[in-house]
Every structure is written in C-alpha cells, then in structure tokens.
C-alpha cells in the first residue's frame, strides 16, 4: 500500500518535532497537515477527515489524550498514534483504552514512523475493501 494522498494530521506543540515530522511524512507521499496545539487538533478533526493522527501527549491546554477521545467520537475511522517523550506504562495503557492504534517513545526512527504509517493504511484500506465486498454480497 502506498502513502501516497494519505491524509495525516500532525499534533506537537514543539514547533521542530512537528515540522520534521510534516516533511518526513510529505516525502512520503503523504498530505500532511501540522497543528500546534490540541484545541487546533480537535478543530481540524471536526472539519476534515483524517486516515492517521499523530499526537503529542504533553500539550500545554487540551492534551494528546483529550484530542484522542475527542478524535474517536468525531472520526472512529482515523487511527491516532500517541507520541511521547515521557513514557510511562500507566500513559500507554490509557491510551490504548481510549482506543489508540499505537504508542510511540520519542526520539523515535523515521522509519520506524513511516512503516507504522503503511500498516496503518494497509489495515484501512483491507478493512475498506471488506466492507465494499460485504455490500456486493
């Protein structure tokens, strides 16, 4: 599966890790848009839709958990990665209830990014494709 027009949503209030993260993802192939904040997050959830969103935890207002509950009731097809600096098991595991996809540790490999990414698409666009051939059925 390819990256390629793959919508993205990019959330960190540290203007250089968003920024490297928009270009890496663009490169990719990806549409990416880059926010600085969880009020701005949720806004953009609520006008377009998203394939992937990648949040910051720590976020000074509204942070990466709220955006991500906010996320699933707005748009529950969109899988939102978690990415913090400040990892704990008690934060991974809140996360993943609320219904993250993943959890990231920063500093992470792009790589490691751009192949979570795929599957991520990978699985939606499987998950597209049983739900089209159901209704052919």
């Known amino acids: ?8 949503l990019v ?3 540290e203007e250089m890790a968003r ?3 928009r270009d890496w993802l663009a490169e990719e192939g990806c549409a ?8 701005s997050a949720i806004r953009r ?4 839709a998203w394939a992937v969103l990648l949040v910051d935890l720590k976020m000074p207002g509204i942070d990466g958990l709220q955006v991500l509950a906010e996320a699933r ?6 899988s939102v990665v978690i990415m913090t600096a ?3 098991v008690d934060t991974a595991v809140q996360a993943m209830k609320l219904g993250a996809y993943d959890y990231l540790v920063k500093p ?3 790589e490691e990014l751009s192949l979570m990414v795929r599957k991520i698409l990978d699985q939606q666009a499987l998950r597209r494709e049983n739900i089209a051939l159901r209704k052919a059925l």
């Open 11 to 13: 959330v960190d209030d």
């Open 19 to 21: 920024e490297s993260l």
């Open 108 to 110: 992470f490999e792009p």
């Open 32 to 39: 990416v848009e880059a926010v600085p904040d969880g009020a």
């Open 45 to 48: 959830v609520g006008e377009e």
């Open 1 to 8: 599966m390819t990256t390629e027009k793959a919508r993205v």
């Open 73 to 78: 009731r707005l748009q529950p097809e969109a």
């Open 86 to 88: 400040y990892a704990s």
